[in-house]
């Protein structure tokens, strides 16, 4: 599977090695003191529970970033469907530094094959509509690039990835502003000034609201934000494809195809990040 263009090198490698910093400080001593310097052996990536699986491709690459001369087998790929008892890969080399990498390559797989096996669930429930699952910044203070990769992997859409990639106008930038014409106003007169191109979303929480986004003219997504089924489809109606609607607020399991029934382009979910259980993954000497 390709890597989503927020994943780069340098994102990559810096979370990687800061990662690395915090574990194991100035040395892994339980594995210094116990496991002799020169000794090679193999350990296999157990999957414990049904799932899709991800993070195969940073664990590939926080194993090589540590240690270079370690071999990786891999005989499941991220995005791939796997059952309990299913074996990912085999990395091979210096017991020292599989042993260091152990917890860091096992963490990131975990909390990133619960998120992709939460997204997919969620994408399935939408598998004959039009709607799409987006994810949102309640992510992890420095793990979002793995969280949203997961969602990426899992099959949903991501959303913009920080404040700096476009311009999202929420209830307290229009209530500081005074309203959403002129929250909107400012943004187009900012954009204009700093030669930015960005996509401007604004978020409402009534017909009026969805009425005042639309009358400015420079809205290219609107926020339907905890609205019922019924302010949703009239919202739809109103807009009439003049701006991408997202519905947000609270969406379960148990109500998404009833929201995506409302004609919404998009459903935003934090919770296909930050209510994913963890996946259980075990790394097994041989």
């Known amino acids: 599977m390709n890597r989503p263009p927020y994943v780069t090198e340098e994102r990559l490698y810096h979370f990687i090695d800061e990662a690395i910093k915090e574990d194991i400080g100035d040395g892994d001593h339980s594995t210094l003191a116990s496991v002799p310097a020169d000794l090679q052996r193999k350990a296999r990536l157990l999957i414990k529970r049904d799932c899709i699986l991800a993070g195969v491709d940073l664990a590939r690459e926080i194993f090589h970033y540590y240690d270079k001369n370690l071999k990786i087998e891999i005989y499941k790929n991220d995005g791939d469907s796997v059952k309990k008892g299913d074996i990912a890969f085999v990395v091979s080399g210096s017991a020292r530094s599989i042993l260091t990498m152990e917890r860091l390559a096992l963490n990131c797989m975990q ?46 859409k991501n959303h913009r990835y920080g404040l700096f990639d476009m311009i999202m106008l929420k209830d307290n930038h229009n209530d500081y502003a005074g309203s959403i014409t002129k929250a909107v106003e400012a943004t187009v007169k900012y954009l204009k000034e700093k030669g930015k191109n960005l996509q401007i979303e604004v978020e409402t929480r009534n017909l009026r609201e969805v009425e005042e986004a639309l009358a400015t003219k420079a809205v290219d997504v609107i926020m339907l934000d905890n609205m019922s089924l019924s302010e949703m489809e009239a919202a739809v109606r109103l807009i009439n494809g003049a701006a991408k609607v997202e519905a947000s607020g609270g969406i379960t399991k148990e109500s998404i195809r009833a929201v995506a029934k409302t004609g919404v382009d998009y459903i935003s979910s934090g919770a296909i990040i930050y209510a994913a259980p963890n996946i259980d993954l075990s790394l097994k000497a041989f």
């Open 111 to 156: 909390r990133m094959s619960g998120i992709a096996t939460y997204t997919h669930e969620m994408v399935e429930l939408l598998a004959d509509t039009d709607t799409r699952i987006l994810d949102t910044r309640k992510t992890s203070p420095i793990f979002r690039m793995c969280e949203k990769w997961a969602v990426y992997i899992g099959g949903g």
